[in-house]
Nanobody
Framework: QLQLVESGGGLVQPGGSLRLSCTAS????????IAWFRQAPGKEREGVSC????????HYSNFAEGRFTISRDSAKNTVYLQMNNLKPEDTAVYYC????????????????????????WGKGTLVTVFS
């Protein structure tokens, strides 16, 4: 059974850092596009970052560019999201998602990305940035 499990969320002060992990089981994540999305209370889910199958291409939303870095560890079947210089507006539940066919420009491109383009989802991990 294909599963995605996120971890690494928590409480952090503004300017701090967190590294989120998305560990896959039941499939080889290298063959899938993996994307991170987030959803704040009362807001729509939005794309954050994406890495293509094989890891050759990455994509970031405007708010993530320069602060967040996505990467893969094939040996651990895990995708990471390193988040630096966190801001209160980054507070949200962060989800990872996988899809065999979707490309990153579709998954997280545009104003909010397209969550509907991704087939498989984890349950999310909460990130809270507070003063």
């Amino acid at each position: 059974q294909l599963q995605l499990v996120e971890s690494g969320g928590g409480l952090v002060q503004p300017g701090g850092s967190l590294r989120l992990s998305c560990t896959a089981s039941g499939f080889t994540s290298d063959y899938f596009t993996i994307a991170w999305f987030r959803q704040a209370p009362g807001k729509e889910r939005e794309g954050v970052s994406c890495i293509s199958s094989g890891g050759a291409n990455t994509h970031y939303s405007n708010f993530a560019e320069g602060r967040f870095t996505i990467s893969r560890d094939s040996a651990k079947n895990t995708v990471y999201l390193q988040m630096n210089n966190l801001k209160p507006e980054d507070t949200a539940v962060y989800y990872c998602a996988a899809d065999r066919l979707t490309v990153c420009s579709v998954a997280v491109g545009g104003s909010r990305g397209r969550a509907s383009s991704m087939d498989h989802w984890g349950k999310g991990t909460l990130v809270t940035v507070f003063s």
